[in-house]
């Protein structure tokens, strides 16, 4: 079954009205993710943009067809992991146990729990949503905000300008923890995403599943709206976020990119960007080519082995 006839075929598990901004990448994730998952889930979200627009509701509903939780922000995959206990310990595997994240409740104040989940390979999908920031509280820089981004705490200045720290690439990370499964996704390329949500929940049911999607944020990032999926295109195009796989067969890159696109093309119409000085731009420049060289070599390896 092809991914439109998945998604023509899966009810939403999301309310249909919901408070997002427009032209939202997390949402696009939210919905995705759950929809591919099905009713047979149980979610935790917590707090942060999908938390705030996604799964909060009105009275006495949320905003979501499925039961959910919104654990603390550093505390989601310790959670699920009782949550997963539970359930296997009732003879109910089949129950999708399912974790979407902002990178903040990830990368940074979550990444203990994160880690540690990973690392004992507890029965879960964990789907981090990296919008590169903490936006639901006003676009604070995270660890993987991208070098010379404007936040409201890496202000443009006379002293600063922009987030002075190269990004924290998260998903080399996690895929050194041994899981059943790790991936990088974007909304950009629908196939490749629904693919990997497949694989990931099938994998979370021997083991711990993890998948890092690229999310672009119209409003901290300051671009149009319409431009989310262009955004996300062009991510990969320049190889600041390169598409890979690695499971029990080894590590794949899904996107063979033999004509990158230079970075000054990637940033250029994004606000956060706007006063790249030429040092930050030949560093985001490098630390984009040293990635796509890492996880090009290490799928080179595997096809050698």
Known sequence: MNYLDILKNSPDMVSPGISACQGCGGELVLRRVLQVAGENTIVAVPPGCMAGSGV??????????IPVHIPLLDNTASFLSGLSHIYRRSGREDVNIVAIAGDGASADCGFQSLSGAAERGE????????????????????????????TSTTPLGRRFSGKQQPQKYVPLIMSMHGA????TATPANMPDLIRKIQKGL???????????????????????????????????????????????????????????????EFVEGIGKFSKLSERQLASIQRAADERYAAVSALASIQNRA
């Open 56 to 65: 909060v509701g009105w009275s006495h509903d949320s905003g979501m067809k």
């Open 123 to 150: 029965h879960m999908l964990y789907v981090c949503y990296d919008n590169e920031g903490y936006m639901n509280t006003g676009y604070q820089r995270s660890s993987t905000t991208t070098e010379g981004s404007r």
């Open 180 to 183: 059943a499964y790790c991936a």
């Open 202 to 264: 099938a994998a979370s049911k021997t083991g711990f599943a993890y998948l890092h999607v690229f999310s672009p944020c119209p409003t901290g990032w300051s671009f149009a709206p319409d431009r989310t999926i262009e955004v996300a295109r062009r991510a990969v195009k320049s190889n600041m976020f390169p598409l890979w796989e690695r499971d029990g067969d080894g590590w794949t890159l899904n996107y063979v990119n033999e004509r990158p696109i230079p970075v000054s």
